[in-house]
T-cell receptor, first 115, second 115 residues
Framework: DADVTQTPRNRITKTGKRIMLECSQT?????MYWYRQDPGLGLRLIYYSFDVKDINKGEISDGYSVSRQAQAKFSLSLESAIPNQTALYFC??????????????FGEGSRLTVL | SQQGEEDPQALSIQEGENATMNCSYK?????LQWYRQNSGRGLVHLIL?????REKHSGRLRVTLDTSKKSSSLLITASRAADTASYFCAAVPRAGGTSYGKLTFGQGTILTVHP
């Protein structure tokens, strides 16, 4: 089984719909991240959480919200989806603490299309 | 703005040739990491170089770091068709700043290795 699991893997929705992308991990990591990937723009950080009670905005948080339900679960919501939120979304985890490198472990991605 | 900026954006070579990708970043770093992404898949960590290191090897990979120029390069020697992928650098900011713990990525280099 994958260490970082994203659901759904693919989703097509319509403008104005509420969408939730879920991420769960079995790595025991405390830090979790949501990135968005668009062609030619690389990965951009949407939100990140360094522990269950910590939520921080990334570069492009407008139009998105997150919830850290448990150490192992971090969900991303689009309250009212719009076409320019069509993208590939990645969840990632890392381990904090002295000596840790910040290496990210990624899920396989959730491809979202907003019509 | 992106911490890591890769150059070139695309690179096309023949099997057996070497591939060199460059990365620039903007702030003081704890370490710099390189990731690989097969088409539409999650990113996978390749190699990490710490700020006090100048060169590091792992198999056919060689990474250099020049902190005075805020730049890094990834060399893949004796490339194979299976090396075809996108490659991203990610800079891990030094501890103590507001960016600590957040990896930010550039647009990546698309490498195509022809058999």
């Amino acid at each position: 089984d994958a260490d970082v699991t994203q659901t759904p893997r693919n989703r097509i929705t319509k403008t104005g719909k509420r969408i939730m992308l879920e991420c769960s991990q079995t790595k025991g990591h405390d830090r979790m991240y949501w990135y968005r990937q668009d062609p030619g723009l690389g990965l951009r950080l949407i939100y990140y959480s360094f522990d269950v009670k910590d939520i921080n905005k990334g570069e492009i948080s407008d139009g998105y919200s997150v919830s850290r339900q448990a150490q192992a679960k971090f969900s991303l919501s689009l309250e009212s989806a719009i076409p320019n939120q069509t993208a590939l979304y990645f969840c990632a985890t890392s381990l904090s603490g002295t000596g840790n490198t910040g290496e990210l472990f990624f899920g396989e991605g959730s491809r979202l299309t907003v019509l | 703005s992106q911490q890591g900026e890769e150059d070139p954006q695309a690179l096309s070579i023949q099997e057996g040739e070497n591939a060199t990708m460059n990365c620039s970043y903007k702030t003081s770093i704890n370490n710099l990491q390189w990731y690989r992404q097969n088409s539409g898949r999650g990113l996978v960590h390749l190699i990490l170089i710490r700020s006090n290191e100048r060169e590091k090897h792992s198999g056919r990979l060689r990474v250099t770091l020049d902190t005075s120029k805020k730049s890094s390069s990834l060399l893949i020697t004796a490339s194979r068709a299976a090396d075809t992928a996108s490659y991203f650098c990610a800079a891990v900011p030094r501890a103590g700043g507001t960016s600590y713990g957040k990896l930010t990525f550039g647009q990546g280099t698309i490498l195509t290795v022809h058999p």
